[in-house]
């Protein structure tokens, strides 16, 4: 499954991952440690995020800048790739 990743500063959850099914995985940068964060909401049609989006910064405004897969830490890496085997085992 395809998806985007944005990176945010100014939050707990830094990184939010978009997938292609409009769900969203918003993560600290150690989000297995009892003191991370990670949560992945699923959204029908009406409810995907509405937000603006500037193409010359690469920026949505809630969810900071665009960052490439290879810029995320590598709990944020692992996480990611658990919810991707999760979602193989319910299909």
């Not at 998806?3 to 978009?18: D, G, H, L, S």
């Not at 995985?25 to 989006?53: A, T, Y």
């Not at 790739?81 to 979602?87: L, Q, T, Y």
Request: proline content about 4%; some cysteine.
């Amino acid at each position: 499954m395809k998806f985007t990743v944005w990176a945010n500063t100014q939050y707990f959850n830094r990184y939010t991952i978009i997938y292609e099914d409009g769900s969203v995985l918003s993560m600290s940068h150690n989000p297995d440690s009892p003191q991370g964060f990670c949560q992945r909401v699923f959204m029908g049609e009406k409810d995907k995020p509405k937000c603006s989006f500037d193409k010359d910064k690469n920026v949505i405004s809630q969810y900071g800048k665009k960052i490439s897969y290879d810029e995320l830490p590598e709990a944020c890496k692992r996480r990611i790739e658990f919810d991707m085997k999760e979602e193989e085992k319910v299909y």
